[in-house]
Nanobody, 123 residues
Framework: QVQLVESGGGLVQAGGSLRLSCAASGHTFSGYSMGWFRQAPGKEREFVATITRSGGNTYYADSVKGRFTISRDNAKNTVSLQMNSLRPEDTAVYYC????????????????WGQGTQVTISS
């Protein structure tokens, strides 16, 4: 079992920045690829970013590419999402997820999920 707890959400104005963190406990963190997903009101949950077990490779949704950066610290069992140039359409609940295997943008391939953290961007 892996337990994931997100933090760092909040309310910011458009153009601002936020940094989300996800703390993992349980099994060996470095054995899991990690991902961030989000769900806006009335919409399906969607992929945001993912990172390999070592942190050496990342992959982003087109909608956030160039604005968001995913990173991880295997010594601290954390994965982060730095979000810059935020837009109202980034408003959503953000979830981190862990996958025992290759990094992936597909939600169904993730084994463990956090409870989510709310991000609200005002225009």
């Amino acid at each position: 079992q892996v337990q994931l707890v997100e933090s760092g959400g909040g309310l910011v104005q458009a153009g601002g920045s936020l940094r989300l963190s996800c703390a993992a406990s349980g099994h060996t963190f470095s054995g899991y690829s990690m991902g961030w997903f989000r769900q806006a009101p009335g919409k399906e949950r969607e992929f945001v970013a993912t990172i390999t077990r070592s942190g050496g490779n990342t992959y982003y949704a087109d909608s956030v590419k160039g604005r968001f950066t995913i990173s991880r610290d295997n010594a601290k069992n954390t994965v982060s999402l730095q979000m810059n140039s935020l837009r109202p359409e980034d408003t959503a609940v953000y979830y981190c997820a862990a996958r025992y295997g290759q990094y992936s943008s597909r939600q169904y391939e993730y084994n463990y999920w956090g409870q989510g953290t709310q991000v609200t961007i005002s225009s």
